[in-house]
């Protein structure tokens, strides 16, 4: 079988590293940056316990290297922005190993690395094509503005993100839910002063600021805050004073932690990155599964648990073992939608806190047996090698 995978993103890598040395499998990965040009791509994130034990199971390399590259994520901390304790979860009670604090250039990185070889830059998604076998033959776009025909494919796999261009070109742009929210992302780097290490949040009202050191002597910092509506980000909000108004406790002094961000904020303003939360209707196929998706081609999801990146390394890894067993698209769909549709669903539960639920209530609850519950099973429920592998099992499911 003939793969192409449309980009080389954190389900695309893993897919490609995982058909590696399959004899029946041709897998090429076509990539439309430059050769290193996302090597200080984005700012930072974490991957849940999860993520690590797909890594584990399937990827042991990829689990070490991720490992090296990174901080533990270990605890989950909830105060206000005046510093009163909320929720002070160790991880380790609900998953079987911790999760990770990682900067986007370096999980790129430690992808990437193992299908290098198999990897074209400089391809750009334009069109889609057959040939007389019925197969999909892509056409790129190159930087010098030729068109490139790479052949035809008996399975093409979108890991271009929720933006995928081999979505819209095969069952058209996805119509995304904008939930009324703004969130914002900031990469601090020289954080000696940071006086917080593991993930955070902070609440006022339904104001949330999110942070954690990544390597490097770095801070990750998130803020969020609601926007009455599906409205674009108002300029007023994109302030200094704006954001310190919006995270300032009334009638006390912020904590340290807050206080230390509010200050970074100011300081960095220009480097924050704006967007609005939205979610995108899963698809896993499509093209009478000739097009697979991963991801967030398939599944943009809202982070407040972090598994966005986290779903698509269940993604790679795991579809990779069904693919290998002899499975196709729909089998891959099978395993999967179940499994992400419960962690979309338990991730926008998660979110109430940034939804207008009163944030001390809505915690609270986060600390109680049966979110635990739900969090252990997200944690936890993962296919090892032994349970994909089996024919019977990838064509029952």
């Not at 490992?67 to 206000?80: C, D, F, M, Q, Y």
């Amino acid at each position: 079988m003939r793969i192409g995978i449309i980009g080389s993103g954190v389900a695309g890598s893993l897919l490609a590293e995982g058909l590696l040395g399959s004899p029946h499998h041709d897998v090429v990965v076509f990539e439309r940056a430059a050769a290193g040009e996302h090597a200080e791509a984005g700012t930072g994130l974490n991957l849940g316990p999860n993520a690590l034990k797909a890594l584990r199971l399937h990827a042991p390399a990829r689990h070490d290297a991720l490992r090296a590259a990174s901080l533990p994520w270990r605890r989950w901390l909830v105060e206000l922005t005046d510093g009163t304790p909320l929720l002070d979860l160790d991880l380790l009670s609900v998953a079987e190993e911790p999760g990770v604090r990682i900067r986007w250039s370096e999980l790129y990185r430690a992808l990437r690395a193992p299908v290098a070889h198999m990897t074209r830059h400089g391809r750009a998604l334009e069109a889609l094509e057959e040939d007389a076998a019925g197969r999909l033959v892509p056409v790129f776009r190159a930087p010098f503005g030729a068109l490139i025909r790479e052949g035809g494919f008996d399975l093409l796999i979108g890991g271009d993100g929720r933006y995928s261009r081999l979505r819209a070109l095969t069952a058209g742009e996805p119509v995304p839910e904008h939930l009324g929210l703004c969130i914002w992302r900031l990469l601090v780097t020289e954080a000696d002063d940071c006086p917080f290490d593991d993930y955070g949040q902070w609440f006022r009202g339904s104001n949330r600021l999110l942070a954690f050191r990544v390597p490097g002597n770095a801070v990750y910092i998130a803020g969020t805050f609601r926007l009455g509506g599906d409205v674009p980000i108002p300029e007023e909000a994109r302030t200094a004073a704006h954001q310190r108004a919006l995270f300032t406790p009334e009638g006390a002094a912020p904590s340290p932690a807050v206080s230390w961000m509010l200050g970074r904020i100011e300081a960095d303003l220009g480097g924050i990155h704006w967007a609005r939360t939205q979610e995108a209707p899963m698809l896993r196929h499509a093209a009478g599964g000739r097009a697979l998706f991963l991801g967030d081609a398939a599944q943009a999801m809202v982070p407040t648990l972090g598994q966005g990146a986290t779903q698509a390394i269940e993604d790679g890894t795991i579809a990779a073992a069904i693919l290998r067993a002899g499975g196709d698209a729909a089998a891959v769909a099978a395993w999967r939608d179940p499994r992400v549709d419960f962690a979309r669903r338990l991730s926008l539960a998660a979110s109430d806190t940034i939804l207008g639920t009163d944030p001390v209530e809505g915690t609270l609850e986060k600390g109680r047996a049966p979110f635990l519950a739900e969090l252990h099973r997200l944690y936890t429920e993962v296919p090892g090698p032994e349970e994909l592998a089996l024919p019977a099992r990838v064509a029952a499911a």
